[in-house]
């Protein structure tokens, strides 16, 4: 019998997941959480075999289901992890496999895959959704654009609409550097224009 814990922060969510669970024969819920703390101390304490972990737990929660999951997976006989989340950029899924996820589906999937991803990670065996192993793939094949952390001040201002002008006054720097810096950003992002850049940004997740 594999023993799963739910962490999610919607109660309605959770008991859909309960009411799911409880149709499968060789799946038994063993406990819920609210919030990524509890899903922790349950995964702690309860000894299950899964934890099935969203990623966001609302803006009153200090930490996120990564961080949930990275402490987790640090335990004694950790269990494994299954992401199941509204979230699909490259960023979120990505976060949670360096995190120690062994899945990551989304909620959209249908039930009879959920039940075999929470086997599968029950075995050891990775479960990701096939969109998410596509997307996984690309931006393992593509040129990895790391934005150094100035560089990333500079594109937040421009996704806020600030000029070059705003931003060297911002930032306390000339105009002549900020467009340098977006030059940078051009070139590891591979686009021509500020419109571009953001946008590119937010497909790749380094926006949110």
Same mark, same amino acid.
């Given at each position: 019998?594999?023993? %799963?814990?739910?962490?999610?922060?919607?109660?309605?969510?959770? /008991?859909?997941?309960? /009411?799911? *669970?409880?149709?499968?024969?060789?799946?038994?819920?063993?406990?819920?959480?609210?919030?990524?703390?509890?899903?922790?101390?349950?995964?702690?304490?309860?000894?299950?075999?899964?934890?099935?972990?969203?990623? !966001? *737990? @609302?803006? !009153?929660?200090?930490?996120?289901?990564?961080?949930?999951?990275?402490?987790?997976?640090?335990?004694? =006989? =950790?269990?494994?992890?299954?992401?199941?989340?509204?979230?699909?950029?490259?960023?979120?899924?990505?976060? =949670?496999?360096?995190? @120690?996820?062994? @899945?990551?589906? %989304?909620?959209?999937?249908?039930?009879?895959? %959920?039940?075999?991803?929470?086997?599968?990670?029950?075995?050891?065996?990775?479960?990701?959704?096939?969109?998410?192993?596509?997307?996984?793939?690309?931006?393992?094949?593509?040129? !990895?654009?790391?934005?150094?952390?100035?560089?990333?001040?500079? %594109?937040?201002?421009?996704?806020?609409?600030?000029?070059?002008?705003?931003?060297?006054?911002?930032? *306390?720097?000339?105009?002549?550097?900020?467009? #340098?810096?977006? =030059?940078?950003? *051009?070139?590891?992002? /591979?686009?021509?224009?500020?419109?571009?850049?953001? #946008?590119?940004?937010? !497909?790749? @997740?380094?926006?949110?």
């Amino acid at each position: 019998m594999i023993r %799963l814990l739910i962490a999610d922060d919607h109660p309605i969510v959770r /008991a859909g997941l309960v /009411a799911l *669970f409880a149709l499968e024969e060789d799946i038994d819920v063993i406990a819920e959480a609210a919030t990524p703390d509890a899903a922790v101390s349950a995964a702690e304490h309860g000894n299950p075999d899964v934890v099935l972990m969203d990623l !966001q *737990f @609302g803006a !009153q929660a200090a930490t996120t289901g990564a961080d949930a999951t990275r402490r987790i997976r640090a335990l004694d =006989a =950790a269990p494994y992890v299954l992401i199941l989340t509204n979230y699909d950029s490259d960023a979120d899924i990505l976060g =949670a496999v360096e995190a @120690g996820a062994s @899945g990551y589906l %989304l909620k959209d999937a249908p039930p009879h895959e %959920l039940a075999a991803a929470v086997r599968a990670a029950a075995a050891g065996e990775s479960a990701l959704a096939p969109v998410i192993a596509s997307r996984l793939l690309n931006r393992m094949r593509a040129p !990895q654009a790391n934005l150094s952390s100035r560089e990333m001040q500079v %594109l937040k201002l421009v996704e806020a609409g600030h000029s070059n002008t705003d931003i060297a006054t911002d930032l *306390f720097v000339s105009e002549t550097t900020v467009k #340098s810096h977006l =030059a940078h950003i *051009f070139t590891k992002l /591979a686009v021509t224009s500020r419109t571009a850049a953001v #946008s590119t940004a937010r !497909q790749r @997740g380094i926006l949110r």
